[in-house]
T-cell receptor, first 110, second 114 residues
């Protein structure tokens, strides 16, 4: 069945460091891909999305490119801030199912 | 800005008691999801509705959990009887249901069973 695999956290960075969180997927069809962010005690918020191969989603300095050949959707940011500390979830939507990875906690220190 | 409303925000209940959660999706969203999120893990789908019909409830523990969306708008998730292992965040989300559209989440209900 469809699935999403994310790198385990926590990812610990200093402010202004470069961020990469890896995400790979398995799907029978051609899914849409998403990154969601969750702050403590809150629900999930959409960060960015891509609906077809080679699409790049971007928002708030975060980017991810839909790579069909490597079945990946890695999240990147050039310079993280303390306020980016949260849990990040990669997700896919295939046919009628929305499936999440296990999440990667990001901790950014001043 | 339209958002998904959930209540209550927090709930503490004793084991073997009944508990219910309510969700009001964004107006016009045909698809409604209930997810359970255990601390430190990703959301796991419990039940998915398309309008008033259940599309997927394969992961819903039907001996104790039930969900309904009678008029295809708001929804209720019930647990009876609650068990200690049910302690988790219960998240409701809604979407237009099309392939490229995202799901919008409510703030969740944090359930603690004591």
């Amino acid at each position: 069945g469809d699935s999403v695999t994310q790198m385990e956290g926590p990812v610990t960075l200093s402010e202004e460091a470069f961020l990469t969180i890896n995400c790979t997927y398995t799907a029978t069809g051609y899914p849409s891909l998403f990154w969601y962010v969750q702050y403590p005690g809150e629900g999930l918020q959409l960060l960015l999305k891509a609906t077809k191969a080679d699409d790049k989603g971007s928002n708030k300095g975060f980017e991810a490119t839909y790579r069909k050949e490597t079945t990946s959707f890695h999240l990147e940011k050039g310079s993280v801030q303390v306020s980016d500390s949260a849990v990040y979830f990669c997700a896919l939507f295939d046919t009628d199912k929305l499936i999440f990875g296990t999440g990667t906690r990001l901790q950014v220190f001043p | 800005e339209a958002e998904v409303a959930q209540s209550p925000r927090y709930k503490i209940t004793e084991k073997s008691q009944a508990v219910a959660f309510w969700c009001d999706p964004i107006s016009g969203h045909a698809t409604l999801y209930w997810y359970r999120q255990i601390l430190g893990q990703g959301p796991e789908l419990l039940v998915q509705f398309q309008d008033e019909s259940v599309v997927d409830d394969s992961q819903l523990p039907k001996d104790r959990f039930s969900a309904e969306r009678l008029k295809g708008v708001d929804s209720t998730l019930k647990i009876q009887p609650a068990e200690l292992g049910d302690s988790a965040m219960y998240l409701c989300a809604s979407s237009l249901g099309d392939r490229g559209t995202e799901a919008f989440f409510g703030q969740g209900t944090r359930l603690t069973v004591v």
